[in-house]
């Protein structure tokens, strides 16, 4: 396959000639990382299904194309299930130069399986989102842990990914155990306010807003150090209770 040079298709904002990126994969996170890299980029859209990569361009302000087209990006974000991704850098691999840069966001795919698909072709540079796609869409600002062979590769992607929210640099495997914590306890207290509503005789229509208005809603601010008087009383009470 003859490459298509992307990179003489530019893109400008006030003058100024936006780097290109590919934005490999059309699902709900890539479809959220197209629309926060898109005023900023040259931004392209490729998924095997043209029609959600044409859908995911229109709506985010991308560019939709081809394998032929997304190879000539010197960065590619892979927005693929952890599953898909082996198979994906494969048909990648013969077409990839030493200058670009694939960008793995997969939770549960850590670099080093990717690295030994790549055999040098390329860096790969991990950077896993703490945050949940719709909350992300919502405008919940979530963080990202950046796990680069390098520094300078790493403060490249740092540089990207800072319009989706706050970087930090560490190894990509905490994102994974804190995602388990976090989404363990989470279920857990739900299941806690359904048993709990179910003894005291509160109807089950009230469920859905009791978690996601009520107690999603005290745990941002908790979280945020934006309590209110109420929920800064229950803290010194269940605070109290522990330590009796």
Known sequence: MKQRKITKVKKQ????????????????MGRVLAGKLAPHYNLLVYDRDGEKAQEVAVTTGGRATDLEGVIGAPVMILALPAEAIPEAVE???PYLRTNQLLVNIATTMQKTIIEEILKSR????SAKIIGHAKEISGGEPPMVVIDA???????R????????????????????RLN???????????????EKMRKAGIPQQYLIPAIRGVA?????????????PFVQALIRQIQGEKES
Do not use: N, Y
């Open 13 to 28: 904002v006030e003058g100024i000639v936006l780097e290109v990126i590919g934005v490999i994969g059309s699902g709900r």
């Open 91 to 93: 048909e990648l691999l």
């Open 122 to 125: 390329c860096p790969v540079v």
């Open 149 to 155: 062979p390098d520094l300078a590769l790493g403060q």
């Open 157 to 176: 992607v740092a540089a990207i990914f800072r319009h989706l929210g706050p970087t930090v640099f560490d190894q990509e495997d905490v994102v994974q």
């Open 180 to 194: 388990v914590l976090a989404s363990t306890e989470g279920i857990k207290a739900a299941l806690s306010i359904e």
């Open 216 to 228: 999603a809603g005290t745990m941002k601010a908790f979280a945020a150090g934006d309590a209110g």
